[in-house]
C-alpha cells in the first residue's frame, strides 16, 4: 500500500514519482476509493443528523398535543 493519499498536489507529485504503471494504478485506485469512503461517511453524517432533527421534532409535536 502506497502513501499517496493528500490533497492534489500532494497526489499528483508523488503519482509522478511512481514508477510502474501497476503502482500508478494502485495508487490511483487507493485515492478514489478514500474519496468515495469520505463521501459516505459525509452523506451518513448528514442523514444522522436529519434524523436527530426529525426525532426532536416529533417529540416536541407529541408534547404539545399531550398538553391539550
Do not use: D, W
Request: aromatic share 8%.
Amino acid at each position: 500500500m502506497h502513501s499517496c493519499i493528500h490533497p492534489h498536489t500532494s497526489v499528483l507529485r508523488r503519482y509522478s514519482a511512481l514508477k510502474s504503471l501497476g503502482e500508478k494504478k494502485q495508487c490511483f485506485n487507493e485515492y478514489i476509493q478514500q474519496k468515495r469512503n469520505e463521501e459516505k461517511e459525509e452523506e451518513r453524517r448528514k442523514f444522522k443528523l436529519v434524523g436527530a432533527s426529525l426525532h426532536s421534532t416529533y417529540a416536541s409535536v407529541c408534547a404539545c398535543v399531550l398538553e391539550a
